[in-house]
């Protein structure tokens, strides 16, 4: 990969959270420089110092964390990514992009970007197939969000059905193929 890519790395507050550290594993073996933004629900899932690890940078989580020199976080962030990957994406997190809330440090990274966002949901069935949610979509797609549909499996719950997270390797060749259309 030219000129040292960076992704951002946005992480919500699903079950499928697991799979987000082979992704993150696969884009710095691909020489991707990858800084993980969580929601602070994604938190009670896996603790920040895992994906820190994989990442080998910091992990934000806060909008207002203690200020480390003059950079405001979710600006400079959004400033130095070439593409902003949001994997695992909760139907709240969707909403909240579609309705241009920015109430947590992610939501402010991805409002505040001029980078390309590929959006990754995984959510219940029910929840992915609700018409607000398609809606959602619908109107993110309409000003150039892109999307990695999910798959059908197992869910959470137990059911069978459409809202599993893409393969990782899915994830990884879209961000691949948007990486190298840029240099």
Known sequence: MKNNKTVIVGI???VAIYKTCDIIRALKEAGIDVTVVMTEEATKLV???LFQ???GNKVYSALFDEVSGWEIEHISLAEKADLVLIAPATANIIAKFASGICDDLLTCVVLATKARVLVCPAMNENMYLHRITQENIKRLGQIGYKF???KKGRLACGKFGVGCLAEVETIVKEVRKYLLSQD
């Open 47 to 49: 603790r920040p110092l």
């Open 53 to 55: 690890s994989l990442s």
């Open 148 to 150: 990695i549909e999910p």
């Open 12 to 14: 919500t507050a699903s």
